[in-house]
């Protein structure tokens, strides 16, 4: 088909593009089909200018648009993070009502907007990633811009009554449905979305799903979004997990994987491997929790909050447990390689996620690439991950009751080796089949479809109007 895909993301690769993941997905699709990648340059400026600055590229176009100190401050930490990000996984109590938040990042969007407008053309197809950029489509529609817009929010779509906690209540519900496909991680995400615009009486439900809004339809469609699997599973077999920890024979590692963040359910993760070290008995194999958790977003409180809980919670665990060659929980406040995370996983006994709200978690699916088929570990997943939906063979925990994670833990630790592998078995193919190639192409197929509806659609359409 004729036009570009352009694709709309808060980072992009500055210079050579880093292995695996949503980046090499993207980076992928672009090579494959040409068109243009626009995103923040990394350097924060005292003004931000409305032009673009050429990034280098071989096989398709990179854009940078600057963020000034201001924008920095209102878009980023402020309204994306301060606000939407909360609201998102369902954490309405930590809204930060900072009156210059919403203004700066509306005006982020309509500045990209316009920049984007003086480039792109009807034919075009242009893909918004994530919640930096909710009023995206909304200001291209204002400077005349009739190109496809699709829009995929990586993080779970707002519950209708978190939703009225946002003082842009309305104006949120004018964002999204200004665009023509809105892709979300589950069907649950789907769901809540279709009914905020059903109890709002701002669009008509249509039998097939889709809402009109006008003269407009929108699609709200679940994809779940993979890994790069094989990639993965290859790299978890380059080095020797065991010896990078140092581990003694009869010592066995849980693992965690998140970003210092208060939705990841840390501290009762924390509390749950309290409370199964307080029941284990003198003899049995030791079990140390690694717990891998890299800074984010310092600058907002309620992130130094959370790291000064858990380094309480760690300190007290340890102290009532440690002994003189054994830590039972290794708390790492940094990043680790890719690398060697992925051999990391593959010998720890058990991946522990605990997310009290996720749009998906991706460390669940690289937790079960990296196993070894014929020794697998056990994935212990929250019900409320986005994961869940796709996961159903994991040890399933209520994230916030931290004796179900205890009872977890000992579960998963006395599971025999056959069901172990039969439960690994039927994860490792979803894993593998539902990867992040797959669902890149799942939301381009939708983008680039003919247009137009035929006449026999548009009649079923109205046939199928129900409020």
């Avoid at 039927?426 to 035929?454: D, I, Y």
């Amino acid at each position: 088909m004729t036009g570009r895909l352009i694709v709309v993301s808060n980072r992009i690769p500055m210079g050579d593009v880093p292995s695996g993941g949503l980046v090499v997905a993207i980076h992928e699709a672009l090579s494959e089909r040409g068109g243009l990648w626009i995103g923040a340059h990394p350097e924060v400026v005292d003004e931000a200018g409305e032009e673009f600055i050429d990034l280098p590229s071989d096989s398709y176009e990179k854009k940078a648009f600057r963020v000034s100190e201001e924008d920095h401050r209102t878009h980023y930490l402020g309204y994306a993070n301060s606000v939407l990000w909360p609201l998102c996984h369902h954490r309405a109590d930590l809204l930060a009502m900072e009156p210059s938040y919403a203004p700066g990042y509306v005006r982020l969007n309509q500045r990209v907007a316009r920049m984007i407008a003086q480039i792109a053309t009807p034919e075009d197809r242009i893909w918004v990633q994530d919640y930096h950029f909710l009023p995206l489509a909304a200001a291209l529609r204002a400077e005349g811009v009739t190109c496809r817009i699709g829009l995929f929010l990586h993080i779970p779509f707002p519950h209708g009554s978190d939703l009225d906690a946002l003082s842009e209540r309305d104006d949120f519900l004018s964002w999204i449905a200004a665009f023509d496909l809105v892709g979300l991680q589950t069907q649950a995400d789907v769901a809540r979305c279709l009914e905020t615009f059903r109890a709002s009486g701002k669009g008509q439900i249509m039998l097939d799903g889709r809402i009109r809004i006008g003269k407009r339809k929108l699609d709200v469609l679940s994809f779940p979004i993979g890994i790069d699997a094989e990639r993965f599973a290859e790299l978890a077999t380059k080095a020797d997990g065991r010896s990078l920890l140092n581990l003694s024979p009869r010592e066995d590692i849980i693992i965690g994987v998140d970003r210092l963040d208060y939705s990841k359910g840390l501290p009762n993760r924390f509390r749950g491997f309290g409370l199964f070290l307080d029941k284990s008995e003198e003899g049995d194999r030791r079990v140390s929790l690694l717990q891998i958790a890299p800074p984010t977003r310092e600058d907002v409180t309620a992130y130094a909050e959370i790291r000064d809980e858990l380094e309480a919670i760690s300190g007290k665990i340890n102290g009532a447990h440690t002994e003189l060659d054994w830590t039972p929980i290794r708390y790492i406040h940094r990043p680790v390689p890719r690398e060697t995370l992925a051999a990391l996983y593959r010998v720890a006994r058990i991946g522990l996620v605990t997310s009290l709200a996720d749009g998906m978690n991706l460390v669940a699916k690289e937790y079960v690439a990296a196993q070894d088929p014929e020794d697998p570990g056990v994935l212990i997943l929250s019900r409320t991950a986005g994961a869940a939906e796709q996961m159903g063979e994991a040890l399933m925990i209520n994230p916030y009751d931290p004796g179900d994670i205890a009872r977890a833990i000992a579960t998963a630790l006395a599971m025999p080796m056959e069901e172990r592998k039969r439960r690994h078995a039927a994860l490792r193919k979803g894993v593998m089949t539902e990867n992040v190639s797959a669902w890149c192409e799942s939301c381009l197929s939708w983008l680039e479809r003919p247009r137009r509806p035929s006449q026999r659609e548009e009649e079923s359409d109205r046939e199928q109007e129900t409020t």
